[in-house]
């Protein structure tokens, strides 16, 4: 059987989101920041939710989102993207409003946006990049990154007893009445892009049902920073990065 | 008894060679090619296209979205 048969749009299963723009990422390769965005893209197109939805970009390495998603996108000012989404849930309540926030971003510099967004329930989803570094400046010590990590700031692994220890933001916000679902996945296999697909699309129906604040982390790899090949920094993140951040729902809805 | 075969296409000059989606294939299908695309990058291609089920692994994984997927039954 020749491939020329199998390949005609009638059998096409899979391709790019529509929501993509035609612009290259900019991400380096194998980096998980571009399999999110498709799960941000391929959930919001499913959803039927295109022209209704609006997305805060944060800065690091995503801060260009909005060059590659084809949806309204504010830039807000570095951790400022929970208060800036808030703002913009409340004047126009009817639209579908996200932020996307690398750890740096919504950990560090935002932890004050992060923790009184969540903690007032706006009706926004949050979606959380965890790759345990700042990316985009050069890798440097992050408040997520894990004991021992090497970071181009902790260059013999982060010592907990001077560096302090590292920030489960998302247990943390999880205990605040106004996040009505929160959860911890990856995106580096198809079996964890299934389910943090899921976990997406969860917290963007919550939005529509006006339920509070959804916040999905995502445990990335930033293979550039962690200084290795992709498909190692993805076998690291599992060894390394799984035990602390454990996947997983952290908070459901009980009720039925 | 039908078979299911599948196939994908890479968008060769868009792909950057990470080798994600060659470890997400359950069969092998996928290898980074010797040659390089206008990037520099040694692009994703089907090294064994005869062992393709469709599955969709690879493109699922893929941070560029460069893979399309393709999928048929086929009486054998
Ligand atoms: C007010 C302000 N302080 C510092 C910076 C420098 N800066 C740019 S990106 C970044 C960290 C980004 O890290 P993270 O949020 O983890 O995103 P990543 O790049 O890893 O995706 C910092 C500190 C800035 N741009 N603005
Ligand atoms: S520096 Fe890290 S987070 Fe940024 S694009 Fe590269 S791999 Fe991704
Ligand atoms: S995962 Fe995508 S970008 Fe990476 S090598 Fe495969 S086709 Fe190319
Ligand atoms: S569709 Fe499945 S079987 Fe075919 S190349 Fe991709 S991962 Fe391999």
């Not at chain 2, 080798?19 to 010797?34: D, M, N, Y």
Request: charged content about 20%.
């Amino acid at each position: 059987m020749d491939i020329k048969d199998i390949i005609k749009p009638e059998n096409l299963v899979y391709s790019k989101s529509k929501l993509f723009t035609d612009k290259a990422l900019s991400y380096c390769p194998g980096c998980g920041h571009g399999t999110a965005h498709k799960l941000v893209l391929q959930t919001i197109e499913e959803m039927g939710i295109e022209s209704e939805t609006i997305g805060v970009a944060p800065v690091g390495c995503s801060v260009l989102a909005y060059e590659f998603m084809d949806i309204d996108i504010q830039q807000a000012s570095h951790g400022r993207a929970p208060a800036v989404a808030t703002a913009i849930k409340r004047l126009m309540p009817e639209k579908f409003v996200f932020t996307y926030q690398g750890d740096g971003d919504l950990a560090a510099i935002g932890t004050a946006e992060t923790i009184h967004a969540c903690n007032r329930g706006e009706n926004i989803v949050i979606i959380f990049i965890n790759n345990g570094i700042y990316g985009m400046t050069g890798g440097q010590m992050a408040p997520t990154t894990i004991a021992k990590m090497k970071t181009s700031t902790s260059p013999y692994g982060r010592d907990t007893a001077i560096m302090g220890n590292p920030l489960k933001i998302t247990e943390l916000v999880a205990q605040l009445p106004g996040v009505y679902y929160c959860t911890r996945q990856a995106v580096h296999t198809a079996a964890a892009v299934r389910k943090a697909k899921k976990a997406i699309r969860q917290a963007f129906e919550n939005q529509k049902l006006k339920k509070g604040l959804s916040f999905v982390e995502i445990v990335s790899n930033c293979n550039s920073g962690w200084k290795m090949t992709p498909v190692d920094s993805n076998i690291w993140m599992e060894n390394n990065m799984f035990p602390f951040y454990p996947l997983g729902d952290i908070k459901v809805p009980t009720e039925k | 008894m039908a078979k299911i075969k599948g196939a994908i296409v890479v968008e060769i000059e868009k792909c950057k060679g990470c080798g994600v989606c060659e470890v997400a294939c359950p069969t092998q299908v996928i290898k980074l090619h010797t040659d390089v695309n206008g990037k520099g990058y040694h692009f994703a291609y089907m090294e064994n296209p005869d062992a393709c089920i469709g599955c969709a692994n690879c493109a699922m994984v893929c941070p560029d979205s460069v893979i399309s997927v393709y999928k048929m039954k086929v009486e054998a």
